[in-house]
């Protein structure tokens, strides 16, 4: 038996099982809200595999940097936008790259690559 099983009781278990239930259900949360409100990743994109893995890894990559920008950003040092939906907030930020236009005819695309 290992060093620390003699320290179980059942209230300890109990609470263990509560705080990691209510860390499942957040998880739960984000998944229902890209596949009902957000990005609406359906059944509708399992028709090719590979196609339908790229677009739900891109999804989970703007899914986690919209998190860190407005919580980590907007909704912390903007009163504004705490009081603002996130959809709002997402369409505002739209119409403003709309307004900017596309970029100059000399900008130029590259690549970082690491050499090890």
């Given at each position: 038996m290992p060093l620390n099983m003699h320290r179980l009781t059942a209230g300890r278990v109990t609470a263990l099982c509560a705080a990691t239930g209510r860390e499942r259900h957040c998880i739960e949360d984000h998944f229902n809200t890209q596949k009902n409100n957000g990005p609406g990743l359906g059944h509708a994109f399992c028709a090719n595999e590979t196609a339908s893995k790229n677009y739900y890894s891109v999804m989970q990559c703007a899914q986690i940097i919209w998190e860190l920008f407005y919580h980590g950003h907007l909704a912390r040092l903007y009163g504004w936008a705490r009081r603002t939906s996130q959809t709002a907030l997402a369409q505002m930020i739209a119409d403003g790259m709309r307004?900017?236009?596309?970029?100059?005819?000399d900008f130029v695309i590259r690549q970082m690559r690491f050499v090890t």
């Open positions: 307004s900017l236009g596309p970029p100059p005819e």
